[in-house]
């Protein structure tokens, strides 16, 4: 079973920036995904961005490109999303999630190929 902490949520004024950290636990170090999601009120959850752990290839929603980025720190099995010139439409719950199995770069970004999500950090953007 793996357990997933996300934190580092808050509220920001457009323009400024936030970091979320996503702690794993119960999780083998292999070359699994793992990803941020949102879901804004009303809307459906959408990929954000993913990493896989060996090599650290990541992928964005053009969205998000240029502004946000996605590492992880190994040693401390910890997944980041740094969120750089935030948007009032950045503004939704933010979930991490882990897959537990290979995945190929287009499945990396749906929602349904990860079996494991955090309880979710809110950001919210003010204009």
């Known amino acids: 079973q793996v357990q997933l902490v996300e934190s580092g949520g808050g509220l920001m004024q457009a323009g400024g920036s936030l970091r979320l950290s996503c702690a794993a636990s119960?999780?083998?170090?292999?070359?699994?995904?793992m990803g941020w999601f949102r879901q804004a009120p009303g809307k459906e959850r959408e990929f954000v961005a993913t990493i896989f752990w060996s090599g650290g290839n990541t992928y964005y929603a053009d969205s998000v490109k240029g502004r946000f980025t996605i590492s992880r720190d190994s040693a401390k099995n910890t997944v980041y999303l740094q969120m750089n010139d935030l948007k009032p439409d950045d503004t939704a719950v933010y979930y991490c999630a882990a897959a537990e199995r290979l995945l190929t770069a287009g499945e990396a970004m749906a929602v349904e190929e990860y079996a494991y999500w955090g309880q979710g950090t809110q950001v919210t953007v003010s204009s």
């Open positions: 119960g999780r083998t170090y292999v070359n699994y995904p």
